[in-house]
């Protein structure tokens, strides 16, 4: 009996192992599988996906001729000229940020502009020339603050996204971080764009180049009281021990880049003024007899002595003086600044200057 029971037990075993293997050489049942395995690895794909991004069109570079020459100056012709034979379109006759903004926003549309170009004559001593609106202030980080704030400054549309560039051809505008951010205050939108400038001068209109930039240095005395070119180029060299390639006596004679990469000067002045009304006040008015008791009368005033480090200029290098009429006190400062400019030339190759390229970081900064 056991042995009958062993034998129905490897019969059926196998029976059952050749009805697997025939089932599985079944080409059908093959199939039926596969079609099993691929829908359980199928991952369902996501729609956004599927969604391809939409291609921004941008419209053409723009540039804004912000300032006029005067006299025998070439700085804003020659810039007209040398965009427009790049091919870019120039915008003249917008003196201020109120109508460069407002020009944007009347001829903008739904493609974002791709460059905003905004060339105006500055220094970081001076400022810009550019008006905050309309025959208002000239531009600085506290004028363009006020005029923000008051709300007289119109707010740019979506114009711009944030691959835009709004470029500054404005001397030494990077150097201020507080007027850079207040610009983008100036320019904002629901996307922002990247504001650009360089540290170094911007000059159009030069001997060997239509547009090149150059390495400031300055030096001040007070206005009409030079202590001489001799004494000057000393102080230069004290002031710049790092630059050993000018020689500071010969820059300050020179007026123009005699050759590529020749090192020259020019000049400028800063004017300063306060105006005290000791009308309504129990404050007595002082008496000056001389310059040196003005200067000692500013630094015991606070505010005074602040608004004078914002130029960074010692108090001593600015020619003082004073007028009383009736119960009014005006002081009056002046300093002239010398700048020595040294153009950036090539390393390599022919003496020439470096192409301004705004997409190069050691030229230009972007915020």
Known sequence: MRTLSKKLIIVFSFILTLTLCLRCDNPEVKKENQKKV????????????????????YKKPIVFIAGFDKGNETFYSTARNYFKEKG?????????????????NDNGNKNPYSEIHIVNKSNPYKGMNLETIVRGDKITSETLRKTITQGTLPKLKNVVNKNSKII????????????????????????????????????????????????????????????????????????????TEIDWYDALNNEEERYVGEAYTTQFSIPVQWKFDFHNTDEEMPKFTMQEEVMDWIELHNELTAELNKLNI??????????????MLVIRGRTTGLCVLKPLIKPYGDLKHIEPDTSNKRLYAMK
């Open 88 to 104: 870019l379109k120039v915008i003249d006759g917008q003196y201020s940020l109120e109508e460069i903004i407002t020009w944007l």
């Open 38 to 57: 691929v829908a359980e690895n199928n991952t369902p794909i996501s729609t956004e996906l599927k969604t391809k991004e939409k291609k921004i069109t």
């Open 168 to 243: 500054f051809h404005a001397s030494g505008l990077i150097e201020n971080a507080d007027l850079i951010k207040t610009l983008k205050d100036a320019f904002h939108t629901s996307e922002n764009a990247k504001v650009i400038a360089s540290p170094y001068h911007t000059i159009f209109g030069g001997k060997f180049s239509n547009h090149y930039l150059a390495k400031p240095f300055y030096v001040f005395y007070p206005t009409a009281n030079s202590p001489g070119k001799m004494d000057l180029s000393k102080e230069m060299a004290k002031k710049y021990p790092e630059e």
């Open 314 to 327: 010692p108090i001593e290098k600015f020619r003082w003086n004073w007028s009383v009429k009736n119960n």
